[in-house]
């Protein structure tokens, strides 16, 4: 499966890869985009960013492993992030997961049917002071209890 960059998105291209003083430090910004024309990162599209930033595919592979924003498979309209690492483990992070799970029907890393969620066990979302939280999307939700994450849910569909 090929990937390329629609031409709107081209245009944007130049502009970002102006701001930087190294063209391979608008690596980040190039993956936003990809990902928001085709939904996740695909192999190919890290191959495309590659060669526009003249820079290793293993990089662009490091900068994509890394952060938990990028995607490399299909996620739902609502992508849920649950928090388990020590703060939120230890407010009830993994009820809250196992909670969302069996409402959801869905083990971490997969997608309903329907395509409208997906679900994610994450270590950190440096909300450990308001713990435990769930992000849906850009959207943190913190101070959660079992319920609260459910009526979350809920509200969404």
Do not use: W
Not at 40 to 69: C, K, N
Not at 132 to 142: K, R, S, T
Request: proline share 3%.
């Amino acid at each position: 499966m090929e990937f390329k960059f629609s031409v709107e998105n081209q245009e944007k291209i130049e502009r970002i890869i102006q701001k930087y003083p190294e063209k391979q430090a608008a690596v980040m910004p190039l993956l936003y985009l990809a990902q928001e024309q085709h939904g996740f990162i695909s192999v190919e599209a890290m191959r495309e960013i590659s060669q526009i930033l003249e820079m290793p595919e293993t990089d662009v592979l490091g900068v994509v492993t890394f952060y938990s924003m990028f995607h490399q498979k299909e996620i739902g309209k609502h992508h849920i992030q649950v928090c388990t690492n020590v703060s939120c483990m230890l407010r009830g992070g993994m009820q809250i997961f196992d909670a969302v799970k069996s409402k959801l029907g869905i083990n971490n890393g997969e997608v309903t049917s329907d395509k409208l969620f997906s679900l994610e066990e994450v270590e950190c979302m440096g909300s450990c002071g308001t713990a435990p939280m769930i992000a849906v999307n850009e959207d943190y939700f913190e101070n959660l209890s079992t319920e609260k994450a459910i009526e979350i849910l809920n509200s969404l569909k």
